[in-house]
């Protein structure tokens, strides 16, 4: 693409953009359309044909540029997957901490580059495995954490100093994070060394997934106090993965997915200068994670927009110098909520090009979905060839070889536009409200996700948008050979562990660490009172994770959604 078109190019293309138009109308009358409006799976319209008009206000070094360089539309590095691929970072967890250990080794033997960590409801949610509210729960969704020894035991024999871990908790994400660290320096590795991601997103909590605990200013004194702790202590850790996907699992559109979540980025950026702390100290260790949905072409451009947003916003709007502050660095999941249990084999196909359009957007770390997800955690036979799924496209398909290859196409780049002047209307929108914490007040955010997913149904519904074999070319549902089930019987021998553990502990050391804790929760935010120094006390002196939870609740309250319709 020429750095702009002249005048007379411009002329020429619109004159014969006009022929083919009169070219197109009198085929159409002959044979018309397959359907009367072509749209994304957003519902943003798709013309027939773009051309150099629809990128004639592009300045190809302001707006596109080159990889590595500002404003990284085509990449956060100059080398991409040139130099290295991303991460195939398979999302694994089941059943008891040493379960999930053999799926760990499992997927590491066949070729997994990095860890990805599932915690069942109750762990997710702050509860011990003997808590009346777990019953039934243990294991099911993911692992069963309660203590420092079943993380010692979710992560033995791997080298926590060489492979990156990502752990997808929020509400309790600091009390995870701190038996992380507490047992990696146990087992005599160096806090500075670790790498990894917990996602300790917790304002798209309130916006789309709902595991709720704290009330959201609270919920931000906390996810600060990471980032402050981690900007000092944890240098190679990312303290946040701000979480486009569940927004977009909960129904939202691709612009309404970018632009929350890059508003949810702007307040936890807010938060971390409020404490005191230098943009540049903070802002290269968050990191992103966007859903990869069924349109290939309005995924890749998403992901492209989402780098320019965040790039412009970082330096124009929080002055950033370092240029790593202005990456947006990217995790990709593919999109769970396109799976079917009709015809699960379909599942595949759906997965492998989500996966693509992954690749093709330039994430940093990749999951595939696993046929068999939409039932339950994932077998060993589904999630193999989910990996297999990213290995083929990365060593095999070729498209690992050129960086951003669709740089340049009119649609691509006129998508790209789209995506960011529709999530920048939003984002202003939001400023107006006064932020995204008085806008999830004002039950905003939930109600456009609630009405962009009701406008999708009443389309799948009507035919307008077509999901194969189930409302077009359906057929009988095949049952699965191999759907992994847990065993009932690991939630007992998982409260024996845990009461044994308790029994066992010094309970004048865990009382003082616990007193500690409480201090820091009471006193005002600022790093005097930062909670994760006393949390790491607490867990290696035995706390167990419910156990700071209810401290938590305590000081700080419980919220509950308030369920708007």
Request: aromatic share 10%; glycine share 6%.
């Amino acid at each position: 693409m020429a750095h702009k078109m002249t005048e007379a190019e411009l002329d020429r293309t619109e004159k014969e953009f006009k022929e083919w138009q009169a070219e197109y109308d009198k085929a159409l009358k002959k044979m018309p359309q397959r359907l009367e409006r072509f749209s994304t799976i957003s519902d943003l319209e798709v013309k027939p044909l773009y051309t150099p008009l629809d990128i004639k206000d592009n300045d190809y070094f302001e707006d596109i540029g080159l990889p590595g360089m500002y404003p990284y539309t085509r990449g956060v590095q100059s080398t991409m997957y040139r130099a290295r691929l991303w991460t195939m970072r398979m999302f694994a967890g089941l059943g008891t901490a040493e379960d999930t250990n053999k799926r760990f080794h499992y997927l590491i033997n066949h070729g997994e580059t990095g860890l990805s960590t599932a915690f069942d409801f109750p762990t997710l949610m702050g509860y011990d495995t003997d808590s009346p509210l777990a019953r039934g729960e243990c294991g099911k969704c993911g692992v069963a954490i309660d203590t420092i020894e079943d993380m010692q035991r979710l992560f033995a024999n791997i080298n926590l100093e060489e492979v990156t871990t990502s752990m997808t908790i929020n509400p309790p994400a600091s009390i995870i994070w701190a038996m992380y660290i507490a047992n990696a320096e146990n087992e005599g590795y160096s806090r500075k060394k670790l790498g990894g991601t917990i996602q300790n997103d917790c304002l798209k909590e309130f916006i789309a997934q709902k595991t709720l605990m704290l009330p959201p200013e609270p919920s931000l004194r906390l996810v600060t106090d990471t980032m402050e702790f981690g900007a000092r202590e944890v240098p190679r850790w990312n303290t946040i993965s701000i979480s486009g996907y569940h927004i977009r699992e909960a129904g939202s559109t691709a612009v309404q997915e970018l632009a929350f979540t890059i508003y949810d980025g702007i307040t936890y950026v807010e938060e971390g200068i409020k404490r005191g702390m230098n943009v540049d100290d903070f802002a290269g260790r968050l990191s992103f994670f966007w859903n990869s949905h069924i349109d290939f072409f309005e995924e890749i451009a998403k992901m492209r927009a989402s780098r320019r947003i965040w790039a412009r916003l970082m330096k124009e709007r929080f002055h950033a110098k370092n240029p790593r502050s202005m990456l947006l660095r990217f995790h990709t999941q593919t999109a769970g909520c396109s799976l079917t249990s009709q015809e699960p084999y379909n599942n595949i196909i759906r997965t492998t090009t989500e996966a693509l359009a992954g690749i093709l957007g330039g994430t940093q770390s990749l999951h595939t979905n696993s046929l068999d997800e939409v039932y339950m955690i994932p077998s060993e036979q589904a999630v193999l060839i989910a990996l297999r799924t990213q290995q083929i496209l990365a060593e095999e398909v070729g498209v690992a070889n050129v960086i951003d290859p669709l740089a340049g196409s009119y649609f691509v780049e006129a998508l790209t536009d789209k995506m960011e002047e529709e999530a920048n209307a939003y984002i202003r929108k939001l400023d107006e409200m006064g932020g995204m914490v008085a806008a999830i007040e004002r039950d905003y955010p939930q109600m456009e996700i609630s009405d962009a997913s009701y406008h999708f149904q009443q389309q799948v519904e009507r035919g307008e948008k077509v999901i194969i074999g189930v409302n077009k070319y359906p057929s009988d549902r095949p049952e699965l050979e191999f759907v992994l089930k847990i065993d009932d019987e690991l939630e007992k021998g998982q409260i024996d562990r845990l009461h044994q553990f308790k029994e066992r502990r010094d309970k004048v050391k865990f009382q003082k660490a616990m007193d500690e804790l409480r201090r820091r929760c009471e006193g005002p935010p600022c790093w005097e009172n930062n909670v994760m120094p006393a949390l790491i006390d607490a867990v290696r002196a035995g706390a167990t994770e419910q156990e700071c939870c209810d401290l938590y609740r305590d000081v700080f309250g419980t919220y509950s959604d308030p369920g708007s319709f």
